[in-house]
C-alpha cells in the first residue's frame, strides 16, 4: 500500500519534492497539500492530482493522509512539526526544523513525551553518495585518526533576501550536520572570521565568511561560505588524517578538451548539484516510514544543529571564541 501524503508548503522545492515522490519514488502518493499562494497551490494540486486545502492544519488533521512533508516558510516549521506529532504522524521537515533552539528543544520534548519517533529533518548531504564515500573511509580507519577538515560551500549568488546571518543559518547548517555525522561527535566551540567583502554583496551583507569549528575530541574544522562566487554552485570537504587524506568528489560531469583548454561543468545551485542525494533522502524515507521508523537525520539532530548556528552567530557578532553547550543526548535518540 503507498504511503498517503500531505505536503505543506508548494513553493520551489516543495513543489520539487511532489514531483519527486510521484515520479521518481515508489510507495507514495500525494493526496494532500496547501500553500498561502493558493492559486499557485491549487495549480500544483490540480496537475498532481491532490486535493487542496487551505491550510497546513487541515493537510495535517486530513484522515486521507498518513505522513506529512513541511516545505513552507522557516519560521512556520516548528509550528506544524508540533501539530504532526500530536496527531501522531511521520513528519519530513525541511532544514531547519525551527528558526531557534528553543522551538527545537519544544518539539523534541513533545516527540519524547508522546513515546515515538516520528521526526525526520531534510539534511540531504547525509544521502549523498560522496559523502557517503568519505564516511566509510572514515569509519574504517583507512586514513587513520581525523584531525582536521577544510570545506567549501559556495553559491552563484544568493537567494532573495538574503542575510548575513542566514549565510551560517541557511547554508553552513548542511555543513555542521554533515560533519558531526561524518565525525561522529559533537562540537566544542565555534569562532567566525570576516574576510575583506565581496563588493557584489548586497548593502549590509557580510560575504564572504569562514566558520572555525572545534569538536569534543580536537579535531579542528574550516568552512568557508561564499555566496556571491558567481561562478557556480561548488561546495568541497577534505578530511585530513593521520595517515591519509579523503576529499568529496566532483559530481561526474562530462570533461572537455577544446579551443586550449580543458574543463566541465559546474552546476548552476544546489538543486541539480544534490538531485540525486534528494531522490535517495525520499526513497529511504518512504521506505523508513512504512517499516513505522524514523531512519535519517532526527528532531534531536536538528535540533543540534541549530544549537551549534546559534554559537556561531554569537561568535560572528561578538568576534569571540562561543562555547557549544549541547546537552547529553536523550537514550530516546539513541540507535
Not at 14 to 28: F, Q, W
Not at 179 to 206: I, M
Request: charged share 25%; hydrophobic share 40%.
Amino acid at each position: 500500500m503507498d504511503l498517503r501524503v500531505g505536503v505543506i508548503g508548494t513553493g520551489a522545492i516543495g513543489e520539487d519534492h511532489i514531483r519527486r515522490l510521484t515520479h521518481t519514488v515508489t510507495g507514495a502518493n500525494v493526496v494532500a497539500l496547501s500553500d498561502i499562494n493558493v492559486q499557485n497551490a491549487r495549480r500544483i494540486a490540480d496537475k498532481y492530482g491532490a486535493k487542496f486545502y487551505a491550510t497546513g492544519e487541515e493537510v495535517i488533521a486530513a484522515p486521507e493522509v498518513d505522513a506529512i512533508v513541511i516545505a513552507s516558510w522557516d519560521p512556520t516549521h516548528a509550528h506544524y512539526v508540533l501539530a504532526g506529532i500530536k496527531a501522531g504522524k511521520f513528519v519530513f521537515c525541511e532544514k531547519p526544523l525551527a528558526t531557534s533552539a528553543n522551538d527545537c528543544k519544544n518539539i523534541v520534548e513533545a516527540e519524547i513525551a508522546g513515546g515515538k519517533q516520528l521526526v525526520q529533518v531534510g539534511f540531504m548531504r547525509r544521502f549523498d553518495r560522496g559523502y557517503r564515500q568519505i564516511k566509510a573511509a572514515i569509519d574504517s580507519g583507512r586514513i587513520g585518526e581525523v584531525l582536521m577538515l577544510h570545506c567549501m560551500h559556495r553559491n552563484r549568488v544568493p537567494g532573495p533576501k538574503h542575510t548575513t546571518e542566514m549565510s551560517i543559518k541557511n547554508s553552513v547548517i548542511h555543513e555542521i550536520d554533515v560533519l558531526r555525522w561524518l565525525l561522529g561527535e559533537d562540537y566544542k566551540t565555534a569562532q567566525v572570521l570576516l574576510p575583506k567583502s565581496s563588493r557584489l554583496a548586497e548593502d549590509g551583507l557580510r560575504d564572504p565568511q569562514i566558520v572555525l569549528l572545534e569538536t569534543q575530541s580536537g579535531v579542528r574544522i574550516d568552512v568557508e561560505s561564499f555566496i556571491n562566487c558567481q561562478y557556480g554552485y561548488d561546495v568541497q570537504c577534505e578530511v585530513v588524517g593521520e595517515t591519509g587524506t579523503v576529499r568529496l568528489p566532483d559530481p561526474a560531469n562530462m570533461e572537455v578538451r577544446s579551443g586550449g583548454a580543458f574543463s566541465y561543468e559546474i552546476f548552476p545551485d544546489w538543486s541539480d548539484r544534490f538531485i540525486e542525494a534528494y531522490d535517495t533522502e525520499f526513497r529511504e524515507w518512504v521506505d523508513a516510514t512504512k517499516r513505522g521508523i524514523v531512519a535519517g537525520p532526527s528532531a534531536w539532530d536538528g535540533y543540534v544543529a541549530c544549537v551549534t548556528a546559534d554559537a556561531c552567530t554569537e561568535a560572528r557578532e561578538t568576534g569571540a571564541i562561543v562555547p557549544i553547550a549541547i546537552p547529553r543526548r536523550p537514550a530516546f535518540y539513541k540507535k
